[in-house]
């Protein structure tokens, strides 16, 4: 699996970080600060290739945009569930 975060403040790229390491991705996304003003945080977690319904190779991955620590956490456990 590929985790992958971008950090908007203000409409801005504020920052981008990408890895496959489940400890390593926990470990920056708890220093993300919620109540530093307008943030959004963009999470994507990308399952790899999968064939579809028509045999097809296509990404298979969720992802969401989030405002508020609550929804984020939601959203994350859900993503990484086995």
């Not at 926990?26 to 945080?41: A, Q, S």
């Not at 319904?53 to 508020?68: E, I, Q």
């Amino acid at each position: 699996m590929n985790y992958s975060i971008k950090i908007y403040k203000n409409g801005k790229l504020v920052k981008k970080y990408s890895t496959h390491k489940i400890r390593r991705f926990l470990k920056n996304i708890r220093l993300i600060n919620f109540e530093d003003g307008h943030i959004k945080v963009y999470i994507k977690v990308d399952y790899g290739k999968h064939r579809d319904v028509y045999g097809k190779l296509t990404n298979f991955y969720n992802d969401g945009v989030y405002n508020n620590k609550e929804d984020f956490w939601w959203a994350f456990n859900a993503f990484t569930e086995d």
